[in-house]
């Protein structure tokens, strides 16, 4: 690691570090145990570490993208949850000053420091831009399309989530064909997580084609675990969601 990287690493921790003194510990280990992560987690709420953002850290500066690279190195290096969710706050607020050739050489290594649904799905709203975007949409799809079978429960999730996230963020979407290429290989998978994304996936892709999806469900309604299809039929019209409960439990 490079020095002054390692600086600005132990600067973002400390400054998150001091705010916490006074936190309720009991109310954080429930929000650490809530979240699922082995990462130290310090209990500061969501607008008191937007705060903090805001206030700024000595790294800062007008080239947002090389901001962006520190924050980068940044979530790489720490083992705290706080210091890495500096790091989504500021691509929140400057994503669309950072190319996309940078964030597709970035972003997709994020994953691997993944060990929490939080910073999964935080990871998903910038991994789906990649997707949809032209400069970046192959890249990035044969990049899903190796997670799908990965070994690592977060890849295998993002494979799936990162296609659509919410669909209605997007204004463009991957063919159905192809979204099934990603769902059938997952539909059994053991992990809770990986579940989740599976009616994730599902639900949102019933957003955008209805009624391939219903039928899709409806065919493979007996191979779809009790966690997806909870998740898939949570935006279903009301005679859609009953005929498929009934279908299910018969």
């Given at each position: 690691?490079?020095?002054?990287?390692?600086?600005?690493?132990?600067?973002?921790?400390?400054?998150?570090?001091?705010?916490?003194?006074?936190?309720?510990?009991?109310?954080?280990?429930?929000?650490?145990?809530?979240?699922?992560?082995?990462?130290?987690?310090?209990?500061?709420?969501?607008?008191?570490?937007?705060?903090?953002?805001?206030?700024?850290?000595?790294?800062?500066?007008?080239?947002?993208?090389?901001?962006?690279?520190?924050?980068?190195?940044?979530?790489?290096?720490?083992?705290?949850?706080?210091?890495?969710?500096?790091?989504?706050?500021?691509?929140?607020?400057?994503?669309?000053?950072?190319?996309?050739?940078?964030?597709?050489?970035?972003?997709?290594?994020?994953?691997?420091?993944?060990?929490?649904?939080?910073?999964?799905?935080?990871?998903?709203?910038?991994?789906?831009?990649?997707?949809?975007?032209?400069?970046?949409?192959?890249?990035?799809?044969?990049?899903?399309?190796?997670?799908?079978?990965?070994?690592?429960?977060?890849?295998?999730?993002?494979?799936?989530?990162?296609?659509?996230?919410?669909?209605?963020t997007k204004k463009q979407h991957v063919s159905?064909?192809?979204?099934?290429?990603?769902?059938?290989?997952?539909?059994?998978?053991?992990?809770?997580?990986?579940?989740?994304?599976?009616?994730?996936?599902?639900?949102e892709t019933y957003n955008v084609y209805p009624?391939?999806?219903?039928?899709?469900?409806?065919?493979?309604?007996?191979?779809?675990?009790?966690?997806?299809?909870?998740?898939?039929?949570?935006?279903?019209?009301?005679?859609?969601?009953?005929?498929?409960?009934?279908?299910?439990?018969?």
């Amino acid at each position: 690691m490079k020095p002054d990287l390692n600086k600005y690493t132990k600067e973002v921790e400390d400054t998150l570090n001091r705010l916490s003194i006074k936190k309720d510990k009991e109310k954080t280990e429930k929000l650490k145990k809530y979240i699922g992560t082995n990462l130290n987690v310090l209990g500061l709420v969501s607008k008191l570490q937007n705060e903090t953002h805001k206030s700024g850290f000595s790294f800062f500066s007008d080239d947002k993208e090389k901001t962006f690279l520190i924050f980068n190195d940044i979530y790489i290096q720490s083992k705290s949850f706080e210091a890495k969710n500096q790091a989504f706050i500021y691509l929140d607020k400057n994503y669309k000053h950072i190319s996309y050739k940078t964030q597709l050489k970035t972003l997709p290594h994020w994953v691997k420091q993944v060990d929490n649904w939080a910073h999964s799905d935080g990871l998903s709203k910038y991994l789906t831009r990649l997707v949809e975007h032209p400069e970046s949409q192959n890249e990035m799809l044969t990049i899903l399309k190796k997670w799908n079978g990965s070994k690592n429960l977060w890849e295998r999730r993002q494979s799936l989530i990162a296609l659509y996230y919410y669909a209605r963020t997007k204004k463009q979407h991957v063919s159905f064909d192809l979204t099934l290429e990603f769902v059938k290989p997952l539909l059994n998978d053991k992990e809770y997580y990986v579940q989740k994304a599976v009616g994730w996936i599902l639900r949102e892709t019933y957003n955008v084609y209805p009624k391939q999806a219903y039928q899709f469900m409806e065919e493979h309604i007996k191979y779809i675990t009790p966690t997806a299809f909870t998740t898939s039929i949570e935006k279903m019209k009301g005679e859609e969601k009953l005929a498929l409960k009934q279908k299910r439990k018969k």
